[in-house]
């Protein structure tokens, strides 16, 4: 059995269990359900408890368009070069997404279920120490890793950037975790999305650089 039908199976339990617990919950869940919390971690948006099968049909959907993304990208070969780094990925995903979905059903039973923040700050930081931790492994492709015009434009490019934003990730994603220690939800949040702009800037300002070395490099070696 290849990775990918091992992943499938993975993905496919994760949204079975989900589903049935919902399924077996729904005739005593609450009508209405949390479904957005703000930057105090308390609740500030509530839908219809059927928003729960939205939430599981949304991990459903983002699984398709992620496989049918690696089919239709111009360099979808390059996926059979990392295909640890995308099944790992396609798995958190899910996880991630019916995570959400159950988290649901426990506040909706119980508001104060748990700090929503510190579960946030675990599962956003979790993604991107994950993803540093496999980043340089990415190949150059149009549809996952850090896209930009340079990265796009240079393979080279690509590498260099996905290899220097690994660490950084991995360090930033622990960063967002340890928000979980500060007293201050509001400020805990404001600094999260502090780290996560730099975490996309710092990459983005790298690429942009790496490339005009290599064109001017490019250029310097033609007019000798």
């Not at 199976?9 to 994760?14: D, Y």
């Not at 995903?93 to 979905?101: D, F, K, P, Q, S």
């Not at 930009?148 to 393979?155: D, H, I, Q, V």
């Not at 404001?190 to 490099?217: A, D, Q, R």
């Amino acid at each position: 059995m290849n990775s990918k039908k091992k992943t499938n199976i993975i993905i496919g339990a994760i949204l079975l269990v989900s589903i049935v617990i919902t399924l077996v919950l729904y005739p005593s869940i609450p009508d209405i359900i949390p479904t957005h919390w703000g930057p105090n971690g308390q609740i500030d948006g509530t839908g219809p408890k059927y928003m729960l099968f939205v939430f599981w049909g949304i991990a459903l959907g983002v699984n398709a368009l992620m496989l049918f993304a690696e089919k239709i990208d111009p360099k979808g070969e390059n996926y059979a070069r990392f295909p640890k780094v995308f099944n790992l990925f396609r798995i958190f995903v899910t996880a991630l997404l019916c995570g959400m979905e159950l988290v649901s059903i426990a506040f909706a039973f119980d508001p104060q279920f748990a700090d929503m923040n510190t579960i946030m700050y675990v599962m956003v930081g979790g993604m991107f120490v994950l993803l540093g931790n496999y980043m340089p492994k990415v190949k150059h492709n149009y549809t996952f890793g850090i896209k930009t015009p340079w990265t796009l434009a240079s393979e080279n490019v690509w590498n260099k950037t996905h290899r220097m934003a690994g660490p950084m990730w991995v360090a930033g994603g622990l960063a967002v975790m340890a928000m979980m220690f500060i007293k201050s939800s509001v400020g805990a949040t404001v600094l999260m999305f502090g780290i996560v702009l730099i975490m996309v800037i710092v990459p983005t300002v790298y690429s942009y650089f790496e490339f005009k070395k290599e064109k001017e490099n490019k250029k310097d070696e033609e007019n000798n």
